[in-house]
C-alpha cells in the first residue's frame, strides 16, 4: 500500500529551507533510519520515543525536509499544554537532527520550526542537540537564534549536559585494556562470585520498577511510575530497540539497567540496584555485559548518560563519574539546553512558572513514592 503523503506545510513567509512535511506513521521506518544514520541523530528523536511521550500527556509532531527523495533534516517535536490560557511548549529532545555544518539551512530550519510552533499557539520550541560544545564554541546556538535555557539539576538540563561515551566499534581486547585495574578486577570478582547477568523479560519490569524505586529514595531523585516503564517495555524492547539486562545471584535480582538502540549507538537508559549484596559488584557485571552487547549487535558507540564533566567537591554524583571512567568513558559536553522564543509574553510567564511547575512534579513523585510504598516496609 502506497504511503498517502500529506503535502508541503505553507505559510512560511521568507523561509530558506524549502519542504518541511509531517511525516506519516508508513514513514516511520525510514524516519528513523535517518535519525539512526545522522551524525547527531538519537534514540530520544526517534519515533518509539514520540509514541511513549504520547502515552504520558504529550503529543508528538514528526516533520522532514526533503530535496526531492533524499531526507535532508527531521526533527520529533513534544507539545505539552501548559497552565496558560490555551499556550503549549514545544520540545525536541537531543533534536532536531540538522546538517549542522550548515549555518543558512539551520537558520532557516529554525526559522520554519518557530512559524510550526506559533501556528499552534506554542510559546517556545526547547531543544537540546547531541551537539557537542567543544566544536561549536561559547556562542553555542546563539547564533541561530536561539536562548541559552536555565540549566537545572544535577545534570543542567532535561537531558544530560555532559555525558561518558566509549567506541565499541573495536576489537573486545582493545575495548578492556580501556578499562582501569580496579574495573577489570570488580568484573572479575562479580564472575568468581557466580553474578549472572540475564535479559529480563516482561513480567521482570514490576521488579525493576521496585530496584528504582529502592535506588532513588537511596540517591535523592525522583521516580516515574511503573505505567511509564510497562509503556516503555512496549515501544523499545517489544519493537526491537531495547533491553533490559538484570543481575541476580542465588535468583535474587541485585541490579538492572535498561538499555536502547537506534543506529550505531546504544545508550543506558535507566539503571537500579539493590543495597544488598553491593559488595558482588552486579553493576561492574551489567555493564560488561552491556558493552559486550552493543559491540556484538555491530553498534558504534555506548553512551553511559549523564554525568558530571569533573570531579568537585561535595558533588554527589562524584561516584557516577568514577564508576563510568573505569570503563574508558571518555566526557562528551553538549552545547546544552536552548530555547526559540515564539510567543514572548507567554515565554516570560515561562520563566517564572517553570521552577515552580518542576518543584511540583518532584513533590508529586515523592508523594506517590510514599503512597505505593508497602505497609509495613521501611525505606532501604
Same mark, same amino acid.
Given at each position: 500500500?502506497?504511503?498517502?503523503?500529506?503535502?508541503?506545510?505553507?505559510?512560511?513567509?521568507?523561509?530558506?529551507?524549502?519542504?518541511?512535511?509531517?511525516? @506519516?506513521?508508513?514513514?516511520? +521506518? =525510514?524516519? +528513523?533510519?535517518?535519525?539512526?544514520?545522522?551524525?547527531?541523530?538519537?534514540?530520544?528523536?526517534?519515533?518509539?520515543? #514520540?509514541?511513549?511521550?504520547?502515552?504520558? #500527556?504529550?503529543?508528538?509532531?514528526?516533520? %522532514?525536509?526533503?530535496?526531492?527523495? =533524499?531526507?535532508?533534516?527531521?526533527?520529533?517535536?513534544? &507539545?505539552?499544554?501548559?497552565?496558560?490560557?490555551?499556550?503549549?511548549?514545544?520540545?525536541?529532545?537531543?533534536?532536531?537532527?540538522?546538517?549542522? $555544518?550548515?549555518?543558512?539551512?539551520?537558520?532557516? %530550519?529554525?526559522?520554519?520550526? *518557530?512559524?510550526?510552533?506559533?501556528?499552534?499557539?506554542?510559546?517556545?520550541?526547547?531543544?537540546?542537540? +547531541?551537539?557537542?560544545?567543544?566544536?561549536?564554541?561559547? +556562542?553555542?546556538?546563539?547564533?541561530?537564534?536561539?536562548?541559552?535555557?536555565?540549566?537545572?539539576?544535577?545534570? @543542567?538540563?532535561?537531558?544530560?549536559?555532559?555525558?561518558?561515551?566509549?567506541?565499541?566499534?573495536?576489537?573486545?581486547?582493545?575495548?578492556?585494556?580501556?578499562?582501569?585495574?580496579?574495573?577489570?578486577?570488580?568484573?572479575?570478582?562479580?564472575?568468581?562470585?557466580?553474578?549472572?547477568?540475564?535479559?529480563?523479560?516482561?513480567?521482570?519490569?514490576?521488579?525493576?520498577?521496585?530496584?528504582?524505586?529502592?535506588?532513588?529514595?537511596?540517591?535523592?531523585?525522583?521516580?516515574?511510575?511503573?505505567?511509564?516503564?510497562?509503556?516503555?517495555? $512496549?515501544?523499545?524492547?517489544?519493537?526491537?530497540?531495547?533491553?533490559?539486562?538484570?543481575?541476580?545471584?542465588?535468583? @535474587?535480582?541485585?541490579?538492572?539497567?535498561?538499555?536502547?538502540?537506534?543506529?550505531?549507538?546504544?545508550? /543506558?537508559?535507566?539503571?537500579?540496584?539493590?543495597?544488598?549484596?553491593?559488595?558482588?559488584?552486579?553493576?561492574?557485571?551489567?555493564?560488561?555485559?552491556?558493552?559486550?552487547?552493543?559491540?556484538?549487535?555491530?553498534? #558504534?558507540?555506548?553512551?553511559?548518560? *549523564?554525568?558530571?564533566?569533573?570531579?568537585?567537591?561535595?558533588?554527589?554524583?562524584?561516584?557516577?563519574?568514577?564508576?563510568?571512567?573505569?570503563? #574508558?568513558?571518555?566526557?562528551?559536553?553538549?552545547? *546544552? &539546553? /536552548?530555547?526559540?522564543?515564539?510567543?514572548?509574553?507567554?515565554?516570560?510567564?515561562?520563566?517564572?512558572?517553570?521552577?515552580?511547575?518542576?518543584?511540583?512534579?518532584?513533590?508529586?513523585?515523592?508523594?506517590?513514592? =510514599?503512597?505505593?510504598?508497602?505497609?509495613?516496609?521501611?525505606?532501604?
Amino acid at each position: 500500500m502506497r504511503c498517502a503523503r500529506a503535502g508541503k506545510n505553507a505559510g512560511y513567509g521568507g523561509m530558506s529551507v524549502p519542504g518541511i512535511e509531517t511525516v @506519516e506513521a508508513c514513514d516511520r +521506518d =525510514r524516519f +528513523d533510519a535517518f535519525v539512526g544514520g545522522a551524525q547527531h541523530g538519537d534514540f530520544l528523536q526517534s519515533w518509539a520515543w #514520540g509514541d511513549l511521550k504520547a502515552r504520558m #500527556g504529550w503529543r508528538p509532531h514528526r516533520l %522532514w525536509w526533503r530535496e526531492g527523495d =533524499r531526507i535532508r533534516a527531521s526533527v520529533s517535536l513534544l &507539545e505539552r499544554p501548559l497552565p496558560f490560557a490555551g499556550r503549549s511548549l514545544f520540545y525536541a529532545p537531543r533534536g532536531p537532527v540538522l546538517p549542522w $555544518e550548515e549555518e543558512e539551512t539551520c537558520r532557516g %530550519w529554525f526559522s520554519a520550526l *518557530g512559524a510550526y510552533v506559533r501556528e499552534r499557539r506554542g510559546i517556545l520550541l526547547k531543544c537540546d542537540p +547531541d551537539l557537542a560544545e567543544s566544536e561549536w564554541g561559547p +556562542d553555542g546556538l546563539r547564533p541561530l537564534g536561539l536562548r541559552p535555557a536555565r540549566r537545572r539539576g544535577r545534570f @543542567e538540563g532535561l537531558q544530560p549536559r555532559h555525558v561518558g561515551r566509549i567506541r565499541v566499534d573495536r576489537p573486545l581486547t582493545e575495548i578492556v585494556d580501556g578499562f582501569t585495574p580496579k574495573c577489570r578486577y570488580n568484573i572479575r570478582l562479580a564472575q568468581r562470585r557466580r553474578v549472572e547477568v540475564r535479559e529480563g523479560r516482561r513480567e521482570d519490569v514490576a521488579r525493576f520498577h521496585e530496584l528504582l524505586r529502592e535506588t532513588a529514595r537511596r540517591d535523592g531523585f525522583h521516580v516515574r511510575p511503573r505505567a511509564y516503564l510497562e509503556a516503555l517495555w $512496549e515501544v523499545t524492547c517489544q519493537r526491537g530497540h531495547g533491553r533490559l539486562l538484570l543481575a541476580q545471584w542465588e535468583g @535474587e535480582v541485585l541490579a538492572g539497567i535498561w538499555l536502547v538502540r537506534l543506529g550505531r549507538k546504544v545508550d /543506558y537508559l535507566y539503571g537500579a540496584s539493590s543495597s544488598r549484596r553491593r559488595e558482588l559488584m552486579p553493576n561492574y557485571a551489567l555493564q560488561w555485559a552491556a558493552i559486550r552487547w552493543a559491540h556484538e549487535s555491530g553498534a #558504534g558507540i555506548y553512551d553511559f548518560l *549523564g554525568l558530571p564533566p569533573r570531579e568537585e567537591p561535595g558533588n554527589p554524583i562524584n561516584g557516577l563519574l568514577r564508576f563510568k571512567r573505569g570503563f #574508558g568513558a571518555e566526557v562528551t559536553s553538549f552545547v *546544552g &539546553e /536552548y530555547d526559540l522564543v515564539v510567543g514572548p509574553v507567554g515565554y516570560a510567564l515561562w520563566r517564572v512558572a517553570d521552577p515552580v511547575l518542576a518543584r511540583a512534579m518532584i513533590l508529586g513523585a515523592w508523594a506517590r513514592d =510514599r503512597l505505593e510504598r508497602p505497609r509495613g516496609r521501611q525505606g532501604a
